[in-house]
């Protein structure tokens, strides 16, 4: 007879008995059965382990969006050393988002079916070389500049890609949706002391350049902990669906696409991802420049003609970034958390509000930034802050709606059509129509500022649109994720089921499996 053995809940920290067989196998294997894919497997993790781990992705998500913004938070110095104008600005961000959308699909296909962890710390090894050597580019070479920052984008692919499926595969229902939140938390805390830092360290040492410089210290202790804390978890292994079935088949790529196409709730939610990026994209890139030259307007700054540019509107920017970050994303987390007990499809219509409350905010921002900076501020803030509510929403909607054997595909394809249509192309677009009516206007920095401000009116439509995708989002929610949870107890797509029917008898000398009661 087995001896019974006890395991850690990763979820309660409980304890879970199992029977274990004289080959030291469990259930199914034990008795010689084969093990379907979807039937979960001996898993334990301590609650401590599982918190730890999750403290370790966020610290890394930190860095990973300084590493995005600290750019941004001294474009007027990068244009001055460089010699380059508000559309080849504009492009310096594109080329980055470029290849992180080129590199995310790889990333999510190679994470479905290898070591995440392997994954996950190549990234942070990519973008911090990078990232430290494109401090030593001299100004005569702006192309290889331009180059690094595209390879630190492939670096921020492989974590943005994977780091989520990992804590997908360690909390579920409310206690994913709270960590999610604290993981989300980083993106506009990152962001906002990448402007911080950026704009700091080249104020104390009048060097730019400096900032990158720091932060390869800050990679090397993330990549230290991630090796050491962070386990290679089996996928689905929250919801005790783990890949460990003797000669399991595993789906295609060209099948997870095909699930993820049918998935409604998926495709709209990306399209409103999408929209979230284009907005936050053009603003992340071009509000320190905007918010300086409106300031300048006012008569409150001198122009930058020299190379060493303030950086006080970079830091006032970084600030509301953090703070309506953090408040925005728990914001929208507890009312997400609250609502979905009254009604199943909070998530989306939780976005869908929040963005259609964004767009007045931000077309007021705007226009008034002319007249008072003040209230330009204050509606740049409540814009920020309703933006931060989507971040972990999304990441949860995702998560619940597709099944955990393609959520890295999935999280890639989420980023890379967002980062198309979004991001990549904004900051370029948004300098681009600057440009051109700057070129049509009297040379003044009256008119570059206007020229800016109209240039960034676009983002105001865009928003309504992701608002509409994630009400189109709520009509599917409920069929999706009630979908994924059928695969979760055995119900796969047609292909991969019979992959499976084939392979069960294969392994028991039959044609077909037998069941038993």
Known sequence: MGMPTECIDPLTGGLQSQSLSPGGQYGALASGRYLPHSVSASWSLPCWRAYLAAAVLCYANLLNYMNWFIIPGVLLDVQKYFHISDSHAGLLQTVFIGC?????PVFGYLGDRHSRKAILSFGILLWSGAGLSSSFISYQYSWLFFLSRGVVGIGAA?????????????????????????????????????????????????????????????????????????????RGAAERQGEVAVGAPKSSWCEDVRYLGRNWSFVFSTLGVTAIAFVTGALGFWAPKFLFEARVVHGLQLPCFQEQCGSQDSLIFGALTVATGIIGVIMGAEASRR????????????????????APCLYLALILASRTLLASYVFLALGELLLACNWAVVADILLSVVVPRCR????????????????????YLTGLISSVLQAERPNSYLQCFLSLQHSFLCCAFVIVLGGGCFLLTALHLERDQAQARQSGKGTLDKDTASRNTKTQGLLSGTSTPTEEP
């Open 408 to 427: 890295g595909t999935a999280e890639a394809l989420q980023i890379t059509v967002a980062h198309i249509l979004g991001d990549a192309g904004s900051p």
């Open 158 to 234: 492989s974590y943005s890609t994977i780091a989520p499926t990992i804590l997908g595969d360690l909390f579920v229902k409310d206690q994913r949706t709270c960590v999610l939140a604290v993981f989300y938390i980083f993106i506009p805390v990152g962001s906002g002391l990448g402007y911080v830092l950026g704009s700091a360290v080249a104020e104390l040492t009048g060097d730019w350049r400096q900032a990158l410089r720091i932060m390869p210290c800050l990679d090397g202790v993330a990549l230290v902990l991630l090796i050491l804390l962070v386990p290679d978890l089996p």
């Open 339 to 358: 609502y979905k007990k009254v009604n199943p499809r909070a998530e989306p219509l939780i976005c869908a509000a929040s963005l259609f409350a964004t």
């Open 100 to 104: 992180l959308l080129v590199s995310a």
